[in-house]
């Protein structure tokens, strides 16, 4: 066991406890711990927080004091306060915080009893005492005149030894500084495996001293635009990394990725490619999946295992990602070398040859007492019953490994993939078209009733995916996992009792908290849903919230202004539509209660507001592999990200009057098409254009029919951003109709798509 993960359950009957709950107060009133603890008793009276309470530890208690002295910088953090941190008893009649060890818990679990002299907090491990710290941080409202926290008794401890979040440091790097700020707020939510992406055909991220190449070439690319993007952790910053999450009780899982996903290596190193008499490779700059495998040669197995035997001695692990997915046998099975080692091995498919090569870097991992981790590409028959399945499409490949004998842990795309938007709103940054709510991760039900009870023994948890191919920006990686990462929280430790409507409310004072502390979290669930359309010389304002937010019975308002003052409590409260004069400015922002919870949204209503509509206001006309993606040097507010199938990019734009003639004015981005389809790229239209740079078609009741107009488009080059397209007269169509805008183009790339499109009169 290390850093508190035992990767077995708690026993049964704390799994089983059932919430004990008293609704005297408001939730959010108390603070609003996340996750929910397991029991809480509410008494009568407040214990009083302020310059006269001092925080006590036992003498010679290191994880004691870590735990108290970390109590006490958050609420600094949030709160404003100073308390002293000191060792021994206290007098009884003076208020005190006191931690004290005690027998009887399990490794992560911990009690908080709150009276109104004293805040006792006890538990029998380390990370016991700083998981009772992070709750009772949480259960002192987050405002600097907040200074009292309801008597309460609380019993609390997990459902799940593995609550982990997976961030891919390959495809985009992150530094060292933020990797720490991540696993900060990570235990704040009492998730405790951090799986690091080290690895992949877009960047080799860890230093390795036997094969400096492996960093000197294989951690950089050159992107489409011809830059050079890369960046690489060194061994003493690991280590670094390694010791602060240790004090977090966060466990890192390091992920070296074979057979497959190993472009940037070979890149580095050519010996390990199985091309017989193989080209150099760069390192790829194009996202998919990607036909490089290593080969079977000793060499190339010496190679791995001095790299592993590096990774071993930074990371104290137990576990070894050594990932498997994805591994595309076309080179295998084309290699002359490598079917002549398959030949000698007695193996003769390719998939057979996979399962050698898992079971080979198994043995030696298990020689060194150590557990491989693999994605459920690896669930094979001769797995060993030491490998853990990380069960990504979707829950079943679990539920197999459970019943095989194997541990599983539970990341099933697309429901933890946090590379999906949060929600439809045109403030979600780029990543996959597909939504994945804040309460689709919360309702995610981790049990699976088919399993007995000893087989739901082998789910060891859950894990959630940051996977960072459209997330650039440490930024938007924080607002792609939060607040999604504190329902992976509660969906790990608080079990079945867990409740919607009142996660919301408790999420509350937690979104404080992160403004507090500076966390680029996404508002979107409460985020404001604006229609905008023309009427009458005036704009015609609806402004709604997402049906998520509405179902929980919150005390929600949303007000506005149109002075440019941002909204208050006090503001105009929103009730109906407004009509709006052209050139008015609004303001609109979603409050619970006197406390405001999205940011603000604002838009000037000028001659454009309401006529044009944006890619994310239009339908695709297929969502093959549908993404949200930012224009090439987007430069401001207007080229926010555009909504866009790469196999199709074709939109319709719903019941238009086109009862006269109509102008219709486009603007498009050309993007570069850095995609890895394999066979499926030939099923993309091209070659269709009739001017040299290709045009956008519009079509009227259905794609398929001839088009009416044509809007030429510009050479690729010069089309940074969006790039307005020369308007056009449409003849007229009695009546109301679908109007559908195709690209036809003369290749793959660029990819030309859509970000805004206007029709009128």
């Not at 799994?15 to 029991?39: K, M, N, R």
């Not at 011809?226 to 010791?243: K, P, S």
């Not at 009227?700 to 951003?721: F, K, N, Q």
Request: hydrophobic share 40%; glycine share 8%.
């Amino acid at each position: 066991m290390r850093n508190g993960l035992s990767c077995r359950r708690p026993r049964a009957a704390v799994q089983t406890a059932a919430l004990v709950l008293t609704f005297a107060l408001p939730l959010a009133a108390q603070g609003g711990v996340i996750p929910l603890p397991t029991e809480i008793h509410l008494g009568s009276g407040w214990f009083s927080v302020d310059s006269a309470v001092v925080i006590r530890v036992p003498p010679a208690d290191r994880g004691a004091d870590a735990a108290a002295r970390h109590l006490a910088r958050l609420w600094t953090r949030t709160n404003g306060l100073t308390l002293p941190v000191r060792s021994g008893g206290a007098r009884a009649d003076t208020r005190t915080i006191e931690f004290r060890r005690r027998s009887g818990f399990t490794q992560e679990a911990y009690g908080i009893n709150v009276t109104r002299q004293r805040i006792t907090v006890t538990a029998g491990s380390s990370a016991g005492m700083y998981y009772g710290a992070v709750s009772l941080w949480q259960l002192l409202p987050p405002a600097a005149g907040a200074r009292q926290i309801p008597v309460q008794t609380i019993r609390d401890a997990p459902s799940y030894a593995w609550r982990g979040l997976m961030l891919d440091s390959s495809r985009h790097f992150q530094s060292p500084a933020f990797i720490r700020a991540m696993i900060d707020w990570m235990s704040w939510h009492k998730l405790n495996v951090l799986h690091w992406h080290l690895t992949d055909d877009q960047g080799w991220r860890l230093q390795i001293r036997k094969y400096p190449r492996l960093t000197s070439v294989g951690a950089w690319r050159v992107e489409p635009d011809g830059t050079r993007y890369g960046g690489y952790y060194t061994q003493d910053e690991v280590r670094d990394i390694i010791r602060f999450a240790a004090t977090r009780y966060v466990q890192i899982v390091p992920e070296i990725d074979m057979p497959g996903h190993a472009q940037a290596a070979i890149a580095a190193y050519p010996a390990l490619s199985s091309i017989d008499r193989a080209p150099r490779l760069p390192v790829s700059s194009r996202w998919g999946v990607h036909s490089h495998l290593f080969n079977f040669e000793p060499s190339t197995f010496e190679f791995l295992e001095n790299v592993l035997g590096e990774v071993l001695q930074l990371f104290p692990s137990r576990f070894v990602h050594i990932g498997g997915d994805e591994a595309v046998k076309d080179e295998w099975n084309a290699s002359a070398l490598v079917q002549a080692r398959a030949r000698k091995l007695g193996i003769h498919d390719a998939a057979a040859l996979q399962t050698y090569f898992t079971q080979r870097i198994g043995r030696y991992l298990g020689a060194h007492h150590r557990r491989s981790v693999g994605w459920d590409e690896i669930l094979q028959p001769g797995l060993g019953h030491e490998a853990i399945v990380m069960s990504w499409h979707g829950a079943s490949a679990a539920r197999t490994a459970a019943i095989r004998g194997n541990d599983a842990v539970l990341a099933p795309d697309p429901m933890l993939y946090f590379d999906h938007r949060q929600s439809s709103l045109p403030t979600e940054p780029p990543g996959r078209l597909g939504v994945i709510s804040l309460q689709d991760v919360y309702r995610f039900e981790p049990r699976d009733s088919q399993l007995s009870e000893t087989q739901q023994r082998h789910i060891l948890g859950l894990q959630a995916e940051l996977w960072t191919e459209h997330i650039q920006t440490e930024h938007r990686v924080e607002w792609m996992a939060l607040p999604r990462a504190a329902a992976v929280a509660e969906v790990g430790w608080s079990g079945p009792q867990r409740n919607w409507p009142d996660f919301l409310e408790r999420l509350v004072p937690m979104s404080v908290r992160y403004r507090a502390i500076g966390l680029d979290y996404a508002d979107s669930v409460f985020g404001i849903q604006p229609q905008l359309a023309r009427s009458a010389g005036a704009v015609r304002v609806t402004l709604s919230n997402l049906p998520e937010l509405l179902d929980a019975a919150l005390d929600i308002t949303i007000r506005y202004t149109l002075d440019g003052q941002e909204p208050s409590p006090t503001s105009a409260r929103y009730e109906a539509p407004l009509s709006v004069a052209v050139g008015a400015e609004i303001r609109a922002a979603t409050f619970v209660g006197a406390e405001q919870v999205s940011r603000t949204w604002t838009s000037h209503l000028d001659a454009h507001a309401g006529a044009r509509r944006t890619s994310h206001e239009l339908d695709l006309c297929s969502n093959n592999v549908g993404l949200l993606l930012e224009p090439r040097g987007a430069r401001s507010a207007a080229d926010s990200p555009v909504a866009v199938d790469i196999m199709n990019p074709c939109w319709i734009y719903r019941d238009v009057d086109l009862g006269q003639g109509r102008e219709i004015t486009a603007a498009v981005t050309a993007l570069p098409f850095n995609y890895e389809l394999g066979s499926d790229a030939a099923k993309i239209r091209i070659g269709d254009n009739r001017t040299p740079a290709g045009e956008l078609e519009v079509h009227i009741d259905g794609c398929d029919t001839a088009s009416v107009s044509l809007l030429p488009l510009p050479p690729a080059a010069g089309a940074g951003g969006l790039v307005e397209l020369p308007a056009q007269t449409l003849p007229p169509f009695a009546g109301r109709h679908d109007v559908c805008l195709r690209f036809a183009r003369p290749s793959l790339d660029p990819l030309w798509a859509l970000g805004w499109v206007e029709i009128g009169t």
